[in-house]
C-alpha cells in the first residue's frame, strides 16, 4: 500500500506539472497567432514605428515562440523521465559511490550532498548547452543581436560554473548542517542564514562578482553625468557611483539598474543604452591623442567611410540608444522604484515567503512517506526533502505566488511610470520607451490572457496610454 501511495504521489505531481505546462503552452498558442495575424501597425505607433522595424520584430518573436516551445517540451519530457525511472535516488547513489571511491562513508551526508548538486549542475549545463547555443547563435544572431563568439560563449559559461559552484557549493553546506543540527527550531535559523547569504551576496556582487563578467567604466564627467548626479539629489537619492557596462560585447540588447545598500547605491548604464557613449568617446580620444600611428588613424576615420559598404554593416550603423533626455527619463522610472519602495517590499515578500517555505519543511521533512514517494525508502536526506518539498510539493504555492508577483510587479511598473511623470520626464519617457522597444525589437500587440500571466511589466502600448491619460489629466 505504501508503495501505490508513493506512486500515486508521483503522479499527482506529475500531473500537475503537465496541467501547467499544457496551460502555458495555450496561452503561448495564443500569443503565437497574435504574431502570425497581426501585420498594421496600431495607429499610436504609426508616426514613430517603421514597418520594417514591425516586421523584424514579429519575426523575431515568432522565432522565440517556436524556440521556447520545443525547449519546453524537452524540459518537460525531462523532468517526466527522471521522475518516472528514479533519476533523483540514481543520482544519489552515485553521488556516494563517487565520495566513497575518496573514502568518506554514508555518515558523510553532507558531503555527499554537495557532490549531489555539483553533478546535477553539470547535468544540467550539459543538457542545457545545446539549447543556449541554438538560442544565442542561430535566433539571436539571426535578428543581429548576438555579439559573443564561440570562445567567449563556452569561456563566459565556463566562469559562471565555476562562481556558482565557489558560492552554491558552501552555502548548501552550511545550510544543511543548520537543518542537521538546529533542532527543533532549525527553521529560524536557516531562515536567518540564507537572509545573511542574500544580504551578503548583494554586498558584495557589484565590486567582486559582476566584474568577473562585464566591464564596468565610470561614466565620464560631462553633461549627462552632471544631469544624473542633479536627478538623484532632487529625490535625495544616496549615488555613489555611476557606471557604463560593456553589454554590447554579449548582445545589441539594452537596459540600465541601480543597485547596492543604503548610502552606497550605484547606477549602471548599458553601453547599448546610450546614442552617444561618453566612455568610448573618451577612449578614442585617448588612442588619437596617443601615438598617432597609422592603424589608430585608419580606425578613427571609418566612420567617415560612405557608400562602399555591406548594407548589414549598413544597418548596423544606424543609430541606436537614447538621448540624454530619455536616459534621465528611464532613470527616473527607476529611481521611482526606490523612491517608493518598490524595491524594500520586494524583499519583505521575498523573506516572509521564503521563512513560511522553512517552516512548512519543518512540518514536512519527517514524513517518511514523502521520501519512499521519490526513491528514497531508507533514508532520509536533508537535501533530498529540500528537492522534494520545495520543488515538487510546493509546485501550486509557487504558480500562484509567482502570477500574484507578476501582477504586483506590473502595478510597480505603472507606479514608476507616475513617479518619472511627476519629475516632468513624461514626454521623455514615451519617447524612450518606443526607442528601447524598437532596438529591442519588442512586438507592441500582445494577446491579454498571455501578457496577464507572463508580463512583468505592461506593454508598450499600455505604458503609452497610461502616461497619456495621466498628462491629460494633469
Known sequence: MEVVAGLDLVTVVLLFFWVVYLWENYLSFRQREVYKTTRDIPWELRSVLEH??????????????????????????????ILLLGGIPFLWRKSGEVTGYFGYGQEYEILQSIMFVLLGTVFSTVTGLPWGLYSTFVIEDRHGFNKQTLGFYFKDLAKKFVVTQAISLPVAAGLLYIIKAGGDYFFIYAWLFTFVVTMGLIFIYADYIAPLFDRFTPLPDGDLRTQIETLAASIEFPLYKIFVVEGSKRSSHSNAYFFGFYKNKRIVLFDTLL??????K???????????????????????????????????????????????????????????????????ISQVNTFLCFFLFALLSNWKELYEAFGFPDSQPALIGLLIIFQFIFSPYNELLSFLMTVLSRRFEFQADTFALGLNKGADLCTALIKLNKDNLGFPVHDWLYAAWHYSHPGLLERLRALDFKQKEQ
Open 282 to 348: 573618451e577612449a578614442s580620444a585617448g588612442e588619437a591623442a596617443g601615438d598617432g600611428s597609422e592603424d589608430s588613424s585608419d580606425t578613427a576615420s571609418e566612420p567617415e567611410q560612405k557608400g562602399d559598404g555591406d548594407p548589414k554593416d549598413e544597418e548596423k550603423k544606424k543609430k541606436i540608444g537614447c538621448s540624454n533626455d530619455e536616459i534621465l527619463a528611464v532613470l527616473g522610472h527607476e529611481l521611482g522604484h526606490w523612491k517608493l519602495g518598490h524595491n524594500l517590499k520586494n524583499i519583505i
Open 52 to 81: 520594417e522595424t514591425f516586421e523584424k520584430a514579429r519575426l523575431y518573436q515568432l522565432d522565440k515562440n517556436g524556440f521556447s516551445f520545443w525547449a519546453g517540451l524537452y524540459s518537460q519530457l525531462e523532468m517526466t523521465v
Open 275 to 280: 546614442e552617444e557613449n561618453p566612455v568610448n
